[in-house]
């Protein structure tokens, strides 16, 4: 077991170098990555799960402690990511298919991934973790919301369509954590050591099952996505 901590914690420190590596693999062998598609949805929810496992009332202690501060990083997180998304998608004049993917990443909360880099940083890691959480939380209703004010120039937004799904993807999945959490109380402690494995594995499947169901439009867009 102490084996498969150390990996697990090898692994989440070293996570965006997998997912580069197995995000140009993805683009040279699409066809090996391809089968994954079918499992994006469930592997968003296991990582929401994860993040379910790993919440507590601790983690929302900054809210109370520093109210403003928190408010600051949750409307930055909702305002500057948004507006840079929409303002690269409107000066490259990118494709609406590519536009509205853009605009989508820079709609959704950070994630585990701003906790990390945060402590890599070695940055304020509590107020991190509790702006992660808020947003979190917030995302079904303030995402749908963002994407049709910015994206629907582009495509077709329904609100009510994409409230449901960030609902069942996000908020179910947490919720079902928490209650794991408290009905297994410290059992949970051995799962939460080697969540960074199965998040980082799930991200990486996530984003390798992306890029090789995109690969044409990535080899057509060729700059217009690294710009984006």
Do not use: Y
Not at 122 to 133: E, F, N
Not at 135 to 156: M, N
């Amino acid at each position: 077991m102490q084996a498969l901590i150390a990996l697990s914690r090898f692994i989440g420190n070293t996570f965006a170098v997998w997912v580069l590596l197995f995000a140009v693999m993805a683009f040279f062998q699409p066809s090996w990555f391809l089968p994954l598609t079918a499992w994006i949805v469930p592997l968003l929810g296991l990582i929401m799960f994860g993040m379910g496992l790993t919440l507590k009332g601790a983690d929302f202690h900054e809210v109370a402690r520093r109210p403003l501060a928190v408010l600051l990083g949750v409307l930055a997180q909702f305002s500057i990511m948004p507006l840079v998304a929409w303002v690269l998608c409107q000066a490259f004049a990118l494709p609406p298919e590519i536009a509205v993917g853009v605009i989508l990443v820079g709609c959704c909360p950070g994630g585990t991934a701003s906790n990390v880099i945060t402590w890599f940083a070695r940055g304020d890691l509590a107020l991190s973790v509790s702006i992660t959480a808020v947003t979190t939380l917030l995302a079904p209703l303030v995402t749908p919301a963002l994407i049709w004010l910015l994206a629907s120039e582009w495509l077709p937004v329904s609100f009510g369509a994409m409230f449901i799904s960030i609902l069942k993807m996000v908020l179910l999945p947490i919720a079902l954590g928490l209650i794991a959490q408290r009905l297994l109380g410290e059992r949970v402690k051995t799962a939460v050591e080697v969540l960074p494995l199965i998040s980082v594995v799930s991200i990486v499947a996530i984003v390798a099952a992306v890029v090789a169901a995109s690969q044409g439009k990535i080899a057509e867009s060729g700059l217009l996505i690294m710009a984006g």
